[in-house]
């Protein structure tokens, strides 16, 4: 931090030592100042926005009030650092490490398999920590709420919670399918073991250390006497452009507020943090009251509650819960809808942070609080220099009228809450695309008071957010409403009325217009039954109760602790001990995960003169480069250069990557130039005064449907075909045909987009550290755009953190643009693409169309399918082509239809160009596949599991490409599945349970797959390893596949230390090069185990070889004694392996080939609960049966299956990419796009491995790395088995369109009913829509 004078010295602890910082800058915040001045590099960076909770830390501050120490779980990127004076920071480098002692939480996260790569891992490890640190003993509830701010996009957080439980003082029974017994039970497991051969221990929980609070770190006495010094004065911190003020009296407080009207209070810093880092908002000064006693405490009165406005959301839930517990029911239904609405309001995190008094004031139009407050008649006390006053938190200060507003001078120094009363009724109401951590897409605060003893409606209030750009109240039809009787017809007009007061404009930003028009009414009605139950219990005999059948309608959704069962073939009981093959043997880095110790690219320390690449990206959808002017940008502070096509000394564009625009832009988030300067925020200032004018082009493509008009295509048709479809369509009973659209879905790894660059004083050399699944392509671009030969660029890869494809080809392209930055500087360059940026340039999966035409017999057989597919490949070719290909030729999926053509065509459009993703293709094409035997079971009167066993492959058969297979082990996961999962019973039990339930409604579906892996190009499946061994018996592996998670170096060193018959111990798995192994292919396809296992194999059964000889000699020797006696014969103790690859192929020309080496099958069922009223619907159970082979390692396979699982369910249902009809991409944060948190999962999660026999694969093995993602479509079918249900009891057909996602959107209006009946709709000629779907 640069010097200023003035300043005083920022004094607080971290991890126990002391940190003096002189020039504490106001704008630089916890997370940059732990990474990049401490190089604490444990705590991570994902979204800085607070929205992942990968920075998580604990931060303790002492009260000398209470004289207790509080311990907070916080994220680091919201946190400035000025605000921490006299605070104790904990990172998990102070939690534990390696080096000292690994403490409980990390070594059970560990130990239990909650780390794949590690990336969220030391947030996890901090929230759980955090939460022992106050209760030692939590309670399961407690565990699964610290993780809700936590994402992780490996795992499926089944592992993770897991590990928690172990510190719960309850039972952690696993209630074993419903038997009440205990999956950790020996008796039950051996119980288990006996019936199927089966194991379920995936680790060995008695390894495990007790956890002891008392060997904690005591909070430093230091900031305790600094608390408690009376003579505490008021502290100043002058930054680079801001000032930070700290008043420690309320009345320096109110002078401060007079002086500076226009200065924001920073309490937690949750509403104007992410509005400076992402809104561009600036502010000279910051006031910071934190830890202001006045402004912290709770009073509790006979007629309400009054909190003080410091108070955190999490100490409000703490204060309510208590008035909850003390108080009479009546008296506390506005803090009972608070409390509901807190329990799932942001993460533990921003709980603890965020104030009350802050959320008051910036009123954030998807408040959770405020239409509560409103409606339970809450008031606010002000204060200011010239007094103080109160005001309603009313209908005029929630919209902003100017009159009922704040004066610039006040501030907030208590909420006042009063009691509810006892004809009186509050109710919260509110729907998000996420049940918890997501702002809602509508929500409510509700209230009514009747004239006593009567239904007569004396006072009503309603308050709506997330309907406008404030939250509203719907005053006019509350005042209309005021002495009706509390029945239908009231109903019926609140919601016409309701409706013409709130309008939502057609265009409106967040679009979902006729959605949140319905939930308006939707919540009303939801409010109306719950009052009307209300009463019914005041007085059964006067007021008649809501219908039995719209009972569950009233409450929401429970949050429970997911629980399940992982069970696997045990290894042979006659294994070597020593051999790890078959084990669930942790992933080699994971405790290094859990420690923060392992080392991603941006956690490298900072090298000599480096600089920070920012970007600047097109704002233009398809336009001619007029000018760029760099000049303004050029003049700021900090700024070096600014790099444009022109300074790519090679090629600009390889293979149909454009690496810098020139000339045109062919999409909105098209690199056009970046900017180095020294710091990160100096170049990302820059980068925005880059200016740049455009001409706009003709056509702009955005959607499929616009690429078919204007025939725009990357390739030519690829086409499979079998049998004489025409013919067969003559002779069947029914035909029908449709479409289906499947939407994209961003990659959404933890870590974004990294590298580093360093260029060499000599030969022009390059060395590049990045997170890439492909070095040899980051190579081979690199290259190209230097002009230099590829022997000259090293690229290490280490690990990354998550990729699932999207760190295929993306990296390659950063990656010459980041190798120009610092060919032209002459620097190192450091280029960390922010979550925005990422998801706004990288793209992700295909949104896909699917065209079919089904003919069929009224039996359920299928005799002929004519299918098309079209998928948005977006403005580059990257690899659609070979996605379509995938495409047409996996889509039989598991079903044999005799007269089947596939055709498939990747179109060009101006959006960012959509690449590998997790599946490629299948999971986009194979839902359409489901889509269409789901169709033809509705027109057959059969259930779609009937038609899908008609229909799928029984014996030894030929695909439509004529490759021989046997689909024996997909007949056994169906079977498996459908008998384990008992969905016969359970389907009957869902049909009664919808019969009585009205507005919930259960569904069920059993999904069958048989998937591929590897590629039908021969020479991708090459893979080569270098193995070392050194004199003190160590060995080196290398290989050519990269480590992001998956366990590849985990699987490699079990197959390495088989071969060599060592122990793991011995053998070591450093990093991925080009240096080590040239050329090699991409870890993708689900084949980084087949290929680069068979080439360590192949090493290391070389140097066994040259070793045989001497331990013929010496067989009783030890390893060491051979490899000496090895070196002194002077035997080679290093040497390359290789495998040659699958000998697959594909001719297109023929239709004919042998593209895949195996197949994997697997089926999975799914059981939901839909609310037919918001849309929302919860994942009750999930049974997966996944064939494969014999697992290396069941722990990874099985890490694997369920974070791929948890990864399809949130592309099959909440996660939405929203594009604007000019193709920006609005959904740029975990704000807007929602991947599955830890309440998403199956509340019920068993998995089990099928044994099987692959003689293709190393040691029997299948590659499980993509298959488990389409088995989220489970859910997807369970949804609409739900819809066709609520459907079919409203009389409506039960064929409805099946796209994907089922968004609560979709299943709220698809489940049609008086109230999507009601809603005013748009002529759509007569608007643009604020989004559009693009498949
Ligand atoms: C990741 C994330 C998720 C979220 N999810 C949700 C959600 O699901 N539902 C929801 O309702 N909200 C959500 N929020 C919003 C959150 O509730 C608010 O940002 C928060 O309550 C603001 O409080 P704060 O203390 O952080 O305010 P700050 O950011 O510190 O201040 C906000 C404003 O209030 C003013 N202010 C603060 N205190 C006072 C005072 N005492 N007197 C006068 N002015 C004052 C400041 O001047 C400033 O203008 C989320 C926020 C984040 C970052
Ligand atoms: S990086 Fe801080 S919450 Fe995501
Ligand atoms: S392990 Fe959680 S994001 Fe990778």
Same mark, same amino acid.
């Given at each position: 931090?640069?010097?200023?004078?003035?300043?005083?010295?920022? &004094?607080?602890?971290?991890?126990?030592?002391?940190?003096?910082?002189?020039?504490?800058?106001?704008?630089?915040?916890?997370?940059?100042?732990?990474?990049?001045?401490?190089?604490?590099?444990?705590?991570?960076?994902?979204?800085?926005?607070?929205?992942?909770? #990968?920075?998580?830390?604990?931060?303790?501050?002492?009260?000398?009030?209470?004289?207790?120490?509080?311990?907070?779980?916080?994220?680091?990127?919201?946190?400035?650092?000025?605000?921490?004076?006299?605070?104790?920071?904990?990172?998990?480098?102070?939690?534990?490490? &390696?080096?000292?002692?690994?403490?409980?939480?990390?070594?059970?996260?560990?130990?239990?398999?909650?780390?794949?790569?590690?990336?969220?891992?030391?947030?996890?490890?901090?929230?759980?920590?955090?939460?022992?640190?106050? /209760?030692?003993?939590?309670?399961?509830?407690?565990?699964?709420?610290?993780?809700?701010?936590?994402?992780?996009?490996?795992?499926?957080?089944?592992?993770?919670?897991?590990?928690?439980?172990?510190?719960?003082?309850?039972?952690?029974?696993?209630?074993?399918?419903?038997?009440?017994?205990?999956?950790?039970?020996?008796?039950?497991?051996?119980?288990?073991?006996?019936?199927?051969?089966?194991?379920?221990?995936?680790?060995?929980?008695?390894?495990?250390?007790?956890?002891?609070?008392?060997?904690?770190?005591?909070?430093?006495?230091?900031?305790?006497?600094?608390?408690?010094?009376?003579?505490?004065?008021?502290?100043?911190?002058?930054?680079?452009?801001?000032?930070?003020?700290?008043?420690?009296?309320?009345?320096?407080?109110?002078?401060?507020?007079?002086?500076?009207?226009?200065?924001?209070?920073?309490?937690?810093?949750?509403?104007?943090?992410?509005?400076?880092?992402?809104?561009?908002?600036?502010?000279?000064?910051?006031?910071?009251?934190?830890?202001?006693?006045?402004?912290?405490?709770?009073?509790?009165?006979?007629?309400?509650?009054?909190?003080?406005?410091?108070?955190?959301?999490?100490?409000?839930?703490?204060?309510?819960?208590?008035?909850?517990?003390?108080?009479?029911?009546?008296?506390?239904?506005?803090?009972?809808?608070?409390?509901?609405?807190?329990?799932?309001?942001?993460?533990?995190?921003?709980?603890?942070?965020?104030?009350?008094?802050?959320?008051?004031?910036?009123?954030?139009?998807?408040?959770?609080?405020?239409?509560?407050?409103?409606?339970?008649?809450?008031?606010?006390?002000?204060?200011?220099?010239?007094?103080?006053?109160?005001?309603?938190?009313?209908?005029?200060?929630?919209?902003?009228?100017?009159?009922?507003?704040?004066?610039?001078?006040?501030?907030?120094?208590?909420?006042?809450?009063?009691?509810?009363?006892?004809?009186?009724?509050?109710?919260?109401?509110?729907?998000?695309?996420?049940?918890?951590?997501?702002?809602?897409?509508?929500?409510?605060?509700?209230?009514?008071?009747?004239?006593?003893?009567?239904?007569?409606?004396?006072?009503?209030?309603?308050?709506?957010?997330?309907?406008?750009?404030?939250?509203?109240?719907?005053?006019?039809?509350?005042?209309?409403?005021?002495?009706?009787?509390?029945?239908?017809?009231?109903?019926?007009?609140?919601?016409?009325?309701? =409706?013409?007061?709130? /309008?939502?404009?057609?265009?409106?930003?967040?679009?979902?217009?006729?959605?949140?028009?319905? =939930?308006?009414?939707?919540?009303?009605?939801?409010?109306?039954?719950?009052?009307?139950? @209300?009463?019914?219990?005041?007085?059964?005999?006067?007021?008649?109760?809501?219908?039995?059948?719209?009972?569950?309608?009233?409450?929401?959704?429970?949050?429970?602790?997911?629980?399940? &069962?992982?069970?696997?073939?045990?290894?042979?009981?006659?294994?070597?001990?020593?051999?790890?093959?078959?084990?669930?043997?942790?992933?080699?880095?994971?405790?290094?995960?859990?420690?923060?110790?392992?080392?991603?690219?941006?956690?490298?320390?900072?090298?000599?003169?480096?600089?920070? =690449?920012?970007?600047?990206?097109?704002?233009?959808?398809?336009?001619?480069?007029?000018?760029?002017?760099?000049?303004?940008?050029?003049?700021?502070? @900090?700024?070096?250069?600014?790099?444009?096509?022109?300074?790519?000394?090679?090629?600009?564009?390889?293979?149909?990557?454009?690496?810098?625009?020139?000339?045109?832009?062919?999409?909105?988030?098209?690199?056009?130039?970046?900017?180095?300067?020294?710091?990160?925020?100096?170049?990302?200032?820059?980068?925005?005064?880059?200016?740049?004018?455009?001409?706009?082009?003709?056509?702009?493509?955005?959607?499929?449907?616009?690429? =078919?008009?204007?025939?725009?295509?990357?390739?030519?048709?690829?086409?499979?075909?079998?049998?004489?479809?025409?013919?067969?369509?003559?002779?069947?009973?029914?035909?029908?045909?449709?479409?289906?659209?499947?939407?994209?879905?961003?990659?959404?790894?933890?870590?974004?987009?990294?590298?580093?660059?360093?260029?060499?004083?000599?030969?022009?050399?390059?060395?590049?550290?990045?997170?890439?699944?492909?070095?040899?392509?980051?190579?081979?671009?690199?290259?190209?755009?230097?002009?230099?030969?590829?022997?000259? %660029?090293?690229?290490?890869?280490?690990?990354?953190?998550?990729?699932?494809?999207?760190?295929?080809?993306?990296?390659?392209?950063? #990656?010459?643009?980041?190798?120009?930055?610092?060919?032209?500087?002459?620097?190192?360059?450091?280029?960390?693409?922010?979550?925005?940026?990422?998801?706004?340039?990288?793209?992700?999966?295909?949104?896909?169309?699917?065209?079919?035409? %089904?003919?069929?017999?009224?039996?359920?057989?299928?005799?002929?399918?004519?299918?098309?597919?079209?998928?948005?490949?977006?403005?580059?070719?990257?690899?659609?082509?070979?996605?379509?290909?995938?495409?047409?030729?996996?889509?039989?999926?598991?079903?044999?239809?005799?007269?089947?053509?596939?055709?498939?065509?990747?179109?060009?459009?101006?959006?960012?160009?959509?690449?590998?993703?997790?599946?490629?293709?299948?999971?986009?094409?194979?839902?359409?596949?489901?889509?269409?035997?789901?169709?033809?079971?509705?027109?057959?009167?059969?259930?779609?599991?009937?038609?899908?066993?008609?229909?799928?492959?029984?014996?030894?058969?030929?695909?439509?490409?004529?490759?021989?297979?046997?689909?024996?082990?997909?007949?056994?996961?169906?079977?498996?599945?459908?008998?384990?999962?008992?969905?016969?019973?359970?389907?009957?039990?869902?049909?009664?349970?919808?019969?009585?339930?009205?507005?919930?409604?259960?569904?069920?579906?059993?999904?069958?797959?048989?998937?591929?892996?590897?590629?039908?190009?021969?020479?991708?499946?090459?893979?080569?390893?270098?193995?070392?061994?050194?004199?003190?018996?160590?060995?080196?592996?290398?290989?050519?596949?990269?480590?992001?998670?998956?366990?590849? /170096?985990?699987?490699?060193?079990?197959?390495?230390?088989?071969?060599?018959?060592?122990?793991?111990?011995? %053998?070591?798995?450093?990093?991925?090069?080009?240096?080590?192994?040239?050329?090699?292919?991409?870890?993708?396809?689900?084949?980084?185990?087949?290929?680069?296992?068979?080439?360590?194999?192949?090493?290391?059964?070389?140097?066994?070889?040259?070793?045989?000889?001497?331990?013929?000699?010496?067989?009783?020797?030890?390893?060491?004694?051979?490899?000496?006696?090895?070196?002194?014969?002077?035997?080679?103790?290093?040497?390359?392996?290789?495998?040659?690859?699958?000998?697959?192929?594909?001719?297109?020309?023929?239709?004919?080939?042998?593209?895949?080496?195996?197949?994997?099958?697997?089926?999975?069922?799914?059981?939901?609960?839909?609310?037919?009223?918001?849309? #929302?619907?919860?994942?009750?159970?999930?049974?997966?049966?996944?064939?494969?082979?014999?697992?290396?390692?069941?722990?990874?396979?099985?890490?694997? &299956?369920?974070?791929?699982?948890?990864?399809?369910?949130?592309?099959?249902?909440?996660?939405?990419?929203?594009?604007?009809?000019?193709?920006?991409?609005?959904?740029?944060?975990?704000?807007?796009?929602?991947?599955?948190?830890?309440?998403?999962?199956?509340?019920?999660?068993?998995?089990?491995?099928?044994?099987?026999?692959?003689?293709?694969?190393?040691?029997?093995?299948?590659?499980?790395?993509?298959?488990?993602?389409?088995?989220?479509?489970?859910?997807?079918?369970?949804?609409?088995?739900?819809?066709?249900?609520?459907?079919?009891?409203?009389?409506?057909?039960?064929?409805?369109?099946?796209?994907?996602?089922?968004?609560?959107?979709? %299943?709220?209006?698809?489940?049609?009913?008086?109230?999507?009946?009601?809603?005013?709709?748009?002529?759509?000629?007569?608007?643009?829509?604020?989004?559009?779907?693009?498949?």
């Amino acid at each position: 931090m640069a010097s200023v004078p003035n300043s005083d010295e920022l &004094i607080f602890f971290v991890n126990g030592r002391k940190v003096i910082e002189k020039n504490a800058d106001p704008e630089v915040n916890l997370l940059y100042y732990l990474r990049k001045v401490l190089y604490l590099t444990g705590t991570k960076y994902s979204c800085g926005g607070g929205g992942c909770g #990968a920075c998580t830390v604990m931060v303790s501050r002492y009260n000398p009030k209470t004289k207790k120490i509080h311990h907070s779980p916080v994220t680091a990127c919201l946190v400035p650092v000025c605000s921490l004076y006299g605070a104790a920071v904990t990172t998990v480098e102070g939690v534990g490490s &390696i080096g000292t002692r690994i403490h409980p939480v990390q070594e059970r996260l560990a130990k239990c398999h909650g780390t794949q790569c590690g990336f969220c891992s030391p947030g996890m490890v901090m929230s759980i920590y955090t939460l022992l640190r106050n /209760h030692p003993q939590p309670t399961l509830e407690q565990i699964t709420k610290a993780l809700g701010g936590n994402l992780c996009r490996c795992t499926g957080y089944r592992p993770i919670v897991e590990s928690g439980k172990h510190f719960c003082a309850e039972s952690t029974v696993c209630g074993l399918k419903g038997s009440g017994k205990c999956c950790m039970d020996q008796e039950e497991r051996s119980f288990v073991n006996r019936q199927e051969q089966m194991c379920t221990k995936l680790y060995n929980e008695d390894e495990f250390q007790p956890l002891d609070p008392s060997q904690e770190p005591i909070f430093p006495p230091e900031l305790i006497r600094m608390a408690e010094d009376p003579n505490k004065r008021r502290l100043t911190f002058q930054g680079e452009r801001t000032t930070w003020i700290a008043p420690v009296t309320l009345s320096d407080l109110l002078e401060l507020k007079a002086n500076f009207p226009e200065a924001p209070l920073i309490m937690g810093n949750t509403a104007v943090g992410p509005s400076i880092k992402f809104r561009d908002e600036f502010h000279p000064i910051f006031i910071s009251p934190l830890g202001l006693p006045e402004l912290y405490f709770v009073d509790y009165t006979d007629d309400g509650v009054t909190i003080g406005a410091g108070c955190s959301l999490a100490q409000l839930n703490d204060a309510l819960h208590l008035t909850v517990l003390e108080q009479p029911q009546e008296k506390t239904k506005t803090y009972r809808a608070l409390l509901k609405h807190l329990r799932t309001l942001a993460g533990a995190q921003i709980r603890n942070m965020a104030t009350l008094g802050g959320h008051v004031v910036s009123r954030p139009n998807f408040s959770d609080l405020n239409p509560i407050l409103a409606a339970g008649n809450a008031t606010i006390n002000l204060i200011s220099k010239e007094g103080d006053r109160q005001i309603p938190l009313n209908g005029h200060f929630l919209e902003r009228s100017p009159e009922a507003c704040l004066k610039s001078e006040e501030i907030v120094l208590s909420v006042y809450i009063p009691h509810s009363t006892q004809w009186h009724f509050v109710s919260g109401l509110r729907l998000a695309q996420r049940q918890e951590n997501a702002f809602a897409i509508v929500n409510a605060g509700m209230s009514v008071k009747f004239e006593d003893g009567t239904d007569t409606i004396k006072d009503l209030k309603m308050f709506y957010g997330s309907v406008g750009p404030t939250v509203v109240s719907a005053s006019q039809t509350c005042k209309q409403l005021i002495g009706r009787l509390w029945d239908d017809h009231m109903l019926s007009d609140a919601c016409r009325w309701v =409706l013409e007061e709130i /309008h939502i404009p057609p265009a409106a930003e967040g679009g979902m217009v006729e959605y949140r028009r319905t =939930l308006i009414i939707s919540l009303l009605f939801k409010f109306y039954l719950k009052v009307r139950r @209300g009463l019914n219990k005041m007085d059964p005999q006067k007021f008649s109760d809501i219908p039995e059948r719209f009972m569950s309608a009233l409450e929401d959704f429970p949050i429970k602790t997911p629980q399940g &069962i992982q069970m696997f073939q045990c290894v042979d009981p006659y294994q070597s001990p020593q051999d790890p093959v078959g084990h669930p043997v942790m992933h080699q880095s994971a405790i290094k995960h859990a420690t923060g110790e392992a080392v991603f690219s941006d956690d490298m320390p900072p090298i000599a003169q480096e600089l920070f =690449l920012a970007v600047t990206t097109s704002t233009r959808t398809h336009a001619k480069i007029i000018s760029i002017d760099a000049s303004e940008a050029l003049a700021l502070p @900090g700024v070096v250069d600014v790099i444009t096509a022109e300074d790519v000394p090679g090629d600009n564009n390889h293979r149909g990557e454009v690496f810098y625009a020139q000339n045109e832009v062919i999409c909105v988030g098209q690199i056009v130039c970046t900017v180095a300067a020294d710091t990160y925020a100096h170049a990302r200032e820059a980068a925005k005064k880059v200016k740049i004018t455009y001409e706009d082009v003709e056509p702009r493509i955005i959607t499929i449907e616009q690429a =078919l008009k204007h025939n725009s295509f990357f390739s030519i048709e690829k086409k499979v075909e079998q049998g004489n479809v025409e013919e067969a369509f003559k002779y069947v009973d029914q035909i029908i045909e449709g479409e289906a659209h499947v939407e994209g879905q961003e990659h959404f790894y933890m870590e974004t987009q990294t590298i580093l660059v360093i260029p060499k004083q000599e030969d022009r050399e390059m060395v590049l550290y990045l997170g890439t699944q492909f070095p040899s392509h980051v190579q081979e671009f690199v290259a190209v755009a230097l002009n230099i030969p590829r022997s000259r %660029i090293a690229c290490h890869v280490k690990r990354t953190g998550g990729g699932f494809g999207g760190k295929v080809t993306k990296p390659a392209v950063l #990656a010459a643009i980041s190798a120009v930055a610092a060919n032209k500087t002459g620097c190192p360059i450091r280029f960390i693409l922010e979550r925005g940026d990422d998801m706004l340039i990288t793209a992700g999966r295909h949104p896909l169309l699917g065209k079919y035409k %089904i003919g069929f017999m009224n039996n359920g057989v299928i005799k002929a399918a004519d299918v098309e597919y079209y998928i948005n490949g977006g403005c580059t070719p990257d690899e659609s082509e070979s996605v379509t290909e995938f495409i047409v030729l996996k889509s039989d999926n598991a079903y044999y239809i005799p007269n089947f053509r596939c055709r498939g065509r990747p179109c060009k459009t101006n959006l960012p160009s959509n690449t590998a993703f997790r599946g490629y293709g299948f999971p986009q094409a194979a839902v359409v596949v489901e889509a269409y035997i789901t169709a033809v079971a509705s027109h057959c009167n059969l259930s779609p599991e009937e038609v899908k066993e008609i229909n799928m492959y029984k014996t030894i058969n030929e695909t439509t490409y004529k490759q021989t297979f046997n689909p024996e082990p997909l007949r056994r996961c169906w079977k498996e599945c459908l008998e384990k999962s008992s969905f016969s019973a359970r389907k009957l039990a869902a049909e009664e349970f919808n019969k009585k339930n009205y507005w919930k409604k259960r569904g069920l579906a059993v999904v069958p797959m048989k998937f591929t892996v590897g590629f039908p190009v021969a020479y991708y499946n090459q893979a080569a390893a270098l193995v070392h061994i050194y004199l003190d018996g160590s060995v080196l592996v290398a290989h050519g596949g990269c480590e992001m998670g998956q366990g590849l /170096h985990t699987k490699m060193i079990q197959v390495a230390s088989r071969e060599l018959n060592i122990p793991r111990s011995y %053998i070591h798995l450093s990093e991925t090069s080009t240096v080590t192994v040239p050329n090699a292919s991409f870890t993708a396809a689900s084949m980084g185990t087949d290929i680069n296992g068979k080439a360590v194999q192949n090493a290391c059964q070389i140097l066994m070889a040259r070793l045989q000889p001497i331990i013929r000699k010496n067989p009783k020797g030890r390893w060491e004694e051979w490899v000496a006696e090895a070196f002194e014969e002077s035997i080679s103790l290093s040497t390359t392996g290789y495998f040659k690859g699958y000998q697959t192929y594909m001719d297109w020309e023929k239709e004919k080939g042998d593209p895949y080496p195996y197949y994997v099958y697997g089926a999975s069922c799914s059981e939901v609960e839909v609310d037919c009223l918001t849309g #929302a619907h919860k994942l009750l159970r999930t049974d997966i049966f996944m064939d494969a082979a014999f697992s290396i390692n069941p722990a990874v396979d099985i890490g694997q &299956i369920e974070g791929a699982f948890v990864q399809g369910m949130g592309f099959y249902t909440i996660e939405e990419l929203k594009y604007s009809p000019e193709g920006v991409l609005h959904s740029r944060s975990p704000d807007d796009y929602k991947i599955p948190t830890v309440t998403e999962i199956p509340e019920e999660f068993y998995v089990t491995l099928v044994h099987s026999r692959n003689p293709t694969a190393i040691y029997s093995s299948k590659g499980l790395g993509e298959a488990g993602m389409f088995l989220g479509s489970s859910v997807l079918f369970a949804i609409f088995d739900a819809v066709t249900a609520a459907r079919k009891e409203r009389g409506l057909t039960t064929t409805f369109t099946l796209n994907s996602p089922a968004t609560p959107e979709f %299943i709220r209006m698809t489940c049609v009913d008086q109230f999507t009946d009601m809603i005013p709709r748009d002529d759509p000629s007569t608007f643009t829509p604020w989004s559009i779907h693009v498949s």
